[in-house]
């Protein structure tokens, strides 16, 4: 499992430099607090979702450049799996709801200080050890459950993926300039 964190450690440098900057974003946007993640899901400070959105449309801009460009082959699509997708959803919500981080915000939650953050970081990883001694029962009963395969708008749906990722960055940026931001130096979405 870890031979191949040795065998290339420029790897591990790059992705440890990834998430430093990536941890030094979401504390400078303030969606490591307490108090932005359940302001977002009491549908009181929409800047998690400002944050998301502007990453979904950064990300998809960026990787599919990088394809048309030949920087990379392509990505990686996993198969759906709905029943999977909804229980993990509701299950991340729920967490979320309770402890008011999502997991990236709690780990960056936790190195900036935050104490509480650390209950969340024990209870994601004794989940993560329940769901690992559960995985067969949940690949055998659950998983296959609504599950779609390989599937992808376009696939699905008809048309090009450039005119998909096109009209779904439309959408992203539509809804950034519609949604409430904060007023700059104050805490008070405007």
């Keep these: 499992m870890f031979e191949q964190l040795v065998s290339d450690p420029n790897a591990v440098l790059l992705g440890a430099l990834t998430g430093l900057v990536f941890g030094f974003l979401l504390e400078r946007g303030n969606v490591s607090r307490f108090d932005t993640i359940v302001g977002q899901l009491l549908l009181r400070d929409h800047t998690m979702l400002r944050v998301m959105l502007t990453a979904i449309v950064v990300g998809s801009v960026g990787v599919h450049g990088m394809i048309q460009l030949g920087w990379i082959d392509g990505i990686a699509i996993k198969g759906a799996q709905l029943a999977a997708n909804a229980l993990g959803g509701a299950t991340l919500g729920v967490g979320m709801a309770v402890l008011g981080y999502c997991p990236g915000t709690g780990v960056v939650a936790a190195g900036a200080g935050s104490?509480?953050?650390w209950t969340g970081l024990l209870g994601m990883l004794a989940g993560a050890?329940?769901?690992a001694e559960l995985d067969p029962w949940f690949a055998q009963n659950l998983?296959?459950?609504?599950?779609l395969g390989k599937v992808t708008l376009p696939g699905e749906l008809g048309g090009s993926t450039l005119g998909w990722v096109v009209g779904l960055v439309g959408v992203g940026i539509a809804l950034l300039a519609l949604l409430p931001g904060r007023a700059r130096g104050t805490g008070a979405a405007t």
């Design 115 to 117: 104490r509480d953050a």
């Design 129 to 131: 050890a329940v769901y």
């Design 143 to 147: 998983l296959q459950v609504g599950a």
